[in-house]
């Protein structure tokens, strides 16, 4: 399974003490996170796209727990995207996944859940459990881990921004790879998500979409 499945599926998972409230609202407007995430076009030359998809609420209640659980936390649609470069100096993944919840309360209970898994489960290859650095002011709330073994270095941080989580792993060479570099990426993302590009909403109801292809 990818990493970002548990940040996908985030809003689904079956987890003691989760909240009984009733789901919130619908909102007004859906933000779609296709614009929120990164693209090829904010990559260095030499990377190529290996997957993108959007994952609906539907979706990863179906894949991991009881719809309700998901509905009951608010979240509605994500979509993520992962890019890879075949060097062997520097920065060669990048992977993202933008989730959005109906309120930030929604995205503010699935951070420490994600980041938790995070933590615990280390990218293949590399120790465990990943130590916290110290996060820079990226979103509201943000937790950011790394890792290191031989040459090979990783940044994976799990952030919030209003009502949108955000992960962002980074990984690469140690040679040419600083963690200047994954904060960028970071940030990129967080501003995106404070200033949402035009014409990035979703019609509601939130469509059934495919996890593995673009909706028309």
């Not at 993520?80 to 520097?90: E, L, M, R």
């Not at 060669?92 to 929604?106: P, Q, R």
Request: net charge positive; glycine share 6%; proline share 11%.
């Amino acid at each position: 399974m990818k990493r970002t499945a548990l940040l996908v599926f985030a809003g689904a998972a079956t987890l003691v003490g989760c909240s009984s409230s009733a789901a919130p609202a619908p909102p007004k407007k859906i933000m779609d996170p296709k614009p929120l995430a990164l693209s090829l076009a904010d990559m260095p030359p030499g990377f190529s796209e290996e997957s993108s998809y959007y994952t609906s609420d539907a979706q990863a209640a179906y894949a991991f727990a009881p719809e309700a659980q998901s509905v009951r936390h608010g979240r509605i649609v994500s979509y993520g995207s992962t890019f890879k470069h075949p060097g062997f100096k520097g920065v060669n993944l990048i992977d993202n996944n933008v989730v959005v919840y109906k309120t930030s309360a929604g995205a503010t209970w699935a951070l420490p859940i994600v980041a938790s898994f995070n933590q615990l489960n280390a990218p293949a290859g590399m120790p465990g459990p990943m130590r916290d650095v110290s996060p820079p002011r990226i979103g509201d709330q943000i937790k950011v881990l790394s890792a290191t073994q031989g040459m090979a270095t990783y940044y994976i941080m799990i952030f919030r921004r209003n009502n949108c989580l955000v992960y962002l792993e980074a990984g690469g060479f140690t040679l040419g790879f600083t963690s200047d570099q994954a904060f960028a990426y970071a940030a990129k993302l967080d501003k995106r998500v404070q200033h949402p590009p035009k014409a990035s909403y979703l019609p509601p109801p939130v469509p059934a979409l495919s996890a593995t292809a673009t909706p028309p």
